[in-house]
């Protein structure tokens, strides 16, 4: 079995760490910070044999170098030359073999050009998508354009409903909170935000969530439902879903 556990960094990212079995050799994604990351191997006596990275964002490869330089794992991450110290560069199409499973290279951009998910199907499927899709939210716009984010979350969107989405951020409450404003009539969304209000007063993870709860929750996966488009429509242009979509993500950014 594989499981997946989250190395809290920065006060609100997850740097996650996957481990196969009871083997000693484990996998980090997104490694923002080496600290804590040195903590849990050194704590669990366990090897770090791969990394995987989604992006070239500071907070998602800032302790790449020093876990090199100590433990030389594989490193596996976009075909951006600006980021230092991958060993294997992949883009849409390619795959490789981490822990014992084959994930799919998915390019995402809209967050970072370089940005991309690792997804590998199973018992259950796992996706490692980093600051493009978040539970209830999507990453911000700072390099592409909302034409290529409304698109990378479509390619998500068409996983199985029971993937597990492992976000690198603790946005959750945030997003919930923006949610209700976008699809206010959401059942599903009030739930959500209470079920995560009780989990951060206990200072529990709110993540991995499900792609199924996102098609549920998440009003960027929703910009075809009449209410979230009625709801944009106060704030911009709501012809298409990939307008709606721009017009949802231009709020969410005032919000």
């Known amino acids: 079995m594989l499981s997946v556990t989250p190395i809290p960094a920065f006060g609100d990212n997850y740097i996650w760490l996957m481990r196969q079995d009871t083997s000693p050799d484990v996998c980090i994604v997104d490694p923002g910070d080496a600290s804590p990351v040195i903590q849990a191997l050194e704590r669990d006596k366990l090897n ?67 940005h991309i998910a690792f997804f590998t199907p199973g018992i259950p499927p796992l996706l490692f998508c980093g ?11 700072f390099e592409g354009t909302p034409e290529q984010m409304y698109q990378a979350l479509q390619a998500l969107a068409r996983l199985p409903d029971d993937t597990l989405v492992f976000a690198a951020h603790e946005y959750t409450q945030a997003n919930l909170t923006f949610a209700t404003a976008a699809d206010p009539n959401n059942p599903d969304v009030a739930m959500a935000l209470e079920e995560t209000r009780r989990a951060r007063d206990l200072d529990r993870p709110t993540l991995p969530s499900s792609l199924g709860r996102e098609k549920r929750i998440n009003p960027f996966l929703r910009c075809a439902d009449p209410e979230v488009r009625a709801a944009a429509s106060q704030h911009g242009n709501t012809d298409t879903d990939q307008a709606t979509f721009a017009t949802l993500r231009a709020w969410k950014d005032t919000f």
């Open 48 to 114: 770090l044999a791969h990394v995987l990275i989604t992006h070239h964002h500071h907070d998602h490869v800032g302790g790449l170098a020093e876990l090199i330089e100590r433990y030389s794992p594989h490193v596996i991450g976009p075909r951006n030359p600006q980021i230092a110290g991958i060993d294997e560069r992949v883009g849409e199409g390619d795959t490789c073999r981490v822990m014992g499973r084959l994930f799919d290279v998915i390019e995402v951009p809209g967050h970072t050009l370089d």
């Open 131 to 141: 600051d493009t899709l978040f539970s209830a939210g999507c990453g911000r716009l």
